[in-house]
T-cell receptor, first 115, second 112 residues
Framework: GNSVTQMEGPVTLSEEAFLTINCTYT??????LFWYVQYPGEGLQLLLK?????DKGSNKGFEATYRKETTSFHLEKGSVQVSDSAVYFC??????????????FGQGTILTVHP | EAGVTQFPSHSVIEKGQTVTLRCDPI?????LYWYRRVMGKEIKFLLH????????ESGMPNNRFLAERTGGTYSTLKVQPAELEDSGVYFC??????????FGPGTRLTVL
């Protein structure tokens, strides 16, 4: 079956540091890949997505590249801010079939950014 | 445009009682999903509606859980009778396209 593995947290960084949160996946076919973010007290928000190999998703300074050869979708940001403190979830969905739309999530990574 | 809303935001019940969670999707979204996160583990899929029909209910844990979506608008998720292991956060999401889901804030369910 499909699965997503994220680097374990929590991750604690100083403001303006470089961020990488690793995400690898196991899936049949060609899944779509997502990063969701949950800020304190709020629901999940789609941060970025990529739907085919070598696509790069980007938003709010965050980037992730769909690497089929390494089955990875690592999240990066060059300079984090205190406001980026949140829980980050990597997820995938199959490209088709009856379970298309069913998101499979990683366990989430808590990020804390200090001033 | 209003986002996905869920009610209640928090529910505390005793084991054996019944609880009904409600989700109002974004207007015009035919796809509606339920997920839950139990005890800090990963978020797990429960089921997927397309309009009023259940497209995929492979994630429903057992027959104590009943989901409905009357008229293809809002959805309810009933847990009857609730057990301790049902505690967690229940998320609802909706989408027009299946690859871009918008999540609600979740309902935190505590079963004592």
């Amino acid at each position: 079956g499909n699965s997503v593995t994220q680097m374990e947290g929590p991750v604690t960084l100083s403001e303006e540091a470089f961020l990488t949160i690793n995400c690898t996946y196991t899936a049949t076919g060609y899944p779509s890949l997502f990063w969701y973010v949950q800020y304190p007290g709020e629901g999940l928000q789609l941060l970025l997505k990529a739907t085919k190999a070598d696509d790069k998703g980007s938003n709010k300074g965050f980037e992730a590249t769909y690497r089929k050869e390494t089955t990875s979708f690592h999240l990066e940001k060059g300079s984090v801010q205190v406001s980026d403190s949140a829980v980050y979830f990597c997820a995938l969905t199959r490209a088709g079939g009856t379970s298309y739309g069913k998101l499979t999530f990683g366990q989430g990574t808590i990020l804390t950014v200090h001033p | 445009e209003a986002g996905v809303t869920q009610f209640p935001s928090h529910s505390v019940i005793e084991k054996g009682q019944t609880v009904t969670l409600r989700c109002d999707p974004i207007s015009g979204h035919d796809n509606l999903y339920w997920y839950r996160r139990v005890m800090g583990k990963e978020i797990k899929f429960l089921l997927h509606f397309v309009k009023e029909s259940k497209q995929d209910e492979s994630g429903m844990p057992n027959n104590r859980f009943l989901a409905e979506r009357t008229g293809g608008t809002y959805s309810t998720l009933k847990v009857q009778p609730a057990e301790l292991e049902d505690s967690g956060v229940y998320f609802c999401a909706s989408s027009r396209r299946v690859d871009t889901q918008y999540f609600g804030p979740g309902t935190r369910l505590t079963v004592l």
